[in-house]
């Protein structure tokens, strides 16, 4: 009976153990929910900027994809989660977002794109800067749109459906902001 107790609680702490993934000291859960909906980690990686990591990042979807087109496709609600590893200036970071959707955006896509692209540049420079640890999310929510929520305080949602996907073409589109966490967040 003791013998069977000890396996069991083995096992719970197995699974605990195993229920998140280390990304450069980022724990990241291997499921987490949204509106109600179970999402799995997609994949996880860090953003590099010369020598330097900037950010870990983790893709959350209802079920793999190891494509872009496969994420940009899913159904339902999916996220992408951001925590700093080191200290970037909030203005700066909505410039480079804002540069990634340009340089990964069909040109006929980018006029409906400036208005949320202006008003998500202007969340991230209210915070003045982002320090090692803080997290933000965007999150695509089905009826509702693109929420970002940086420091745990969630934005006004962004109607436009292709704003999420233009968006997520920052780190999986054809001109990545890093190569290496485009295979990483679709788990390569």
Do not use: C
Not at 120 to 140: A, C, H, R, T, V
């Amino acid at each position: 009976r003791h013998l069977m107790l000890g396996a069991a609680l083995s096992l719970m702490t197995a699974i605990t153990m195993a229920a998140t993934v280390d990304v450069a000291g980022v724990k990241l859960d291997d499921s987490i929910e949204l509106r109600g909906a179970k999402l799995d980690l997609n994949g996880a990686g860090v953003r590099y900027k010369a020598v330097f990591k900037v950010y870990a990042a983790g893709l959350y979807l209802a079920k793999k994809a190891s494509t872009p087109e496969e994420v940009m496709a899913a159904p339902g609600p999916k996220r992408l989660s951001i925590t700093m590893l080191r200290e970037i200036d909030s203005a700066e970071l909505g410039k480079l977002f804002t540069r990634g959707v340009e340089d990964n955006s069909p040109k006929g896509e980018m006029s409906k794109l400036i208005p949320g692209l202006l008003r998500m540049s202007q969340i991230f420079s209210d915070q003045k800067k982002l320090l090692p640890g803080e997290n933000f999310l965007i999150d695509w929510i089905p009826g509702t749109g693109t929420v970002i929520t940086v420091k745990g305080k969630a934005q006004e949602p962004f109607k436009e459906p292709e704003f999420f996907n233009a968006l997520m073409r920052i780190w999986l589109g054809p001109n990545p902001a890093d190569w290496k966490l485009k295979d990483a967040l679709l788990g390569k």
